[in-house]
């Protein structure tokens, strides 16, 4: 099922640790929607406005499977309404340049910085709220000294 013209539901569900486990990662009517949403006014104009494939390497994660991978229990994941996003399989356009041109081009809720170094993230997490208020919110997820992960503001 095509969620936008160039991602599918499948690239936003699969999952190596869901099929590993035999977790079911079906999301409902409403989460489906979310994910609809998230395609339509972020995906779509990220990657046309970038003009290249970009990788979900996260999308939809049922409780359980996001309970099996360690995620937040308040993760925007869960209600389909946050994507992982990595640029690394292409070429051309790195993890940096999605992250400036999400923050810069497009109406989003929360944005990550994922570790990496000064030029880019491992991978850039976005949500979106089509039926409520984008908070505009700007992170960035580094470990502390004993390898936690601690989320600092950056636009708020
Ligand atoms: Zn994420």
């Known amino acids: 099922m095509q969620l936008s ?3 599918t539901l499948r ?3 699969k999952s190596i640790t869901a099929s590993r486990l035999g977790i079911n990662n079906t ?3 409403w989460e ?3 994910l609809r949403q998230i395609a339509r006014y972020v995906f779509q104009p990220l990657r046309e406005g970038l003009g290249v494939p970009i990788y ?3 999308g939809y994660r049922s409780l359980e499977l996001n309970t099996a991978i360690g995620g937040s229990s308040r993760s925007q994941h869960i209600q389909g309404r946050a994507i992982d996003l990595d640029a690394d ?3 051309g356009t790195t993890n ?3 992250f400036r ?3 810069n081009c497009i109406e989003f809720d929360q944005l990550i910085w994922e570790f990496g170094d000064e030029d880019n993230p491992d991978w850039v997490h976005v949500s979106y709220v089509h039926d409520g208020d984008n908070r505009g919110r700007v992170l960035k997820a580094v470990r502390d000294d004993k390898g936690q992960v601690v989320y600092k503001v950056i636009f708020d």
């Open 89 to 91: 399989a292409y070429g």
């Open 27 to 29: 999301p409902d009517e």
């Open 96 to 98: 940096g340049d999605i």
């Open 5 to 7: 013209e160039n991602l």
């Open 56 to 58: 979900v390497s996260s």
């Open 32 to 34: 489906t929607e979310n």
């Open 101 to 103: 041109y999400i923050r």
């Open 11 to 13: 690239e936003c569900t």
